[in-house]
């Protein structure tokens, strides 16, 4: 009985950190996207690396310098505790920090992607009828790439779930406040508890499974309707 809710605490704990990360990157993608996508200074480049460097630092790397950065000692780790009364190392809050940047290429990419095909001509177009320049991003460009954002979510989603290494860096192992599924998954493989190892490694491949599904069924059709 208590494996079975310390493994329900992980689960929710999982999704409730893919789902808040998710909508962060969102805020945050959205306009870092379509910022990048028509900033073409010198320092392009090294902004595009910044934001893609998660894909190729090793999360124990990456976890490790984040560690260091959170921790009370730092500035601003010390700015967040006098701010909030916690600590981010080995808080939730801290892993959540931690998720948006290390899933922060996931959303951005795909955004930057979709800003890109769709071009200039649009947004040119309303502005010489006058339209001011958010009520065109809002009600004309981002209707426009909803198959990007649809897949810059599910995505951003779907890496957020399997985050094993740099959670374990900063948040440790603690049950319903750190512990996410990968970890708890791995905690019954020291165990040898195969069969909860089993049960733990389905659940995350249904819902990657699922949440691609989704995402290719639902950009075909969408697709498909403006073809049509």
Not at 47 to 67: D, H, I, N, Q, S
Not at 144 to 160: D, E, N, Q, R
Request: aromatic letters at 14%.
């Amino acid at each position: 009985m208590t494996d079975w809710f310390s493994d329900a605490q992980a689960l929710w704990l999982t999704i409730k950190l893919a789902g808040l990360t998710v909508i962060l990157l969102l805020f945050i993608g959205i306009p870092l996207a379509w910022w990048l996508t028509k900033y073409q200074g010198k320092l392009k480049p090294i902004f595009e690396a910044l934001v893609a460097l998660p894909l190729v630092l090793p999360p124990t790397v990456l976890g490790f310098y984040l560690l260091v950065a959170f921790s009370p000692d730092t500035w601003f780790g010390s700015f967040w505790l006098s701010l909030t009364g916690e600590q981010l190392v080995f808080s939730f809050s801290g892993i959540l920090l931690g998720s948006l940047i290390y899933s922060l290429p996931f959303v951005v990419q795909p955004l930057m992607v979709g800003f890109s095909q769709l071009g200039h001509q649009y947004d040119q177009v309303a502005s010489s009828l006058g339209v001011p320049p958010l009520k065109r991003f809002v009600f004309l460009i981002l209707p426009l790439i909803k198959p990007s954002i649809i897949s810059a979510a599910t995505l951003g989603f779907a890496h957020t779930l399997g985050e094993f290494g740099l959670v374990l860096m900063i948040g440790g192992n603690i049950p319903g406040e750190t512990q996410v599924l990968s970890i708890a998954l791995y905690n019954h493989v020291e165990m040898l508890s195969y069969d909860k190892v089993h049960n733990l490694a389905l659940v995350l491949l249904c819902f990657s499974f699922v949440s691609l599904t989704l995402l290719y069924k639902f950009n075909k059709s969408f697709y498909t309707l403006n073809k049509s």
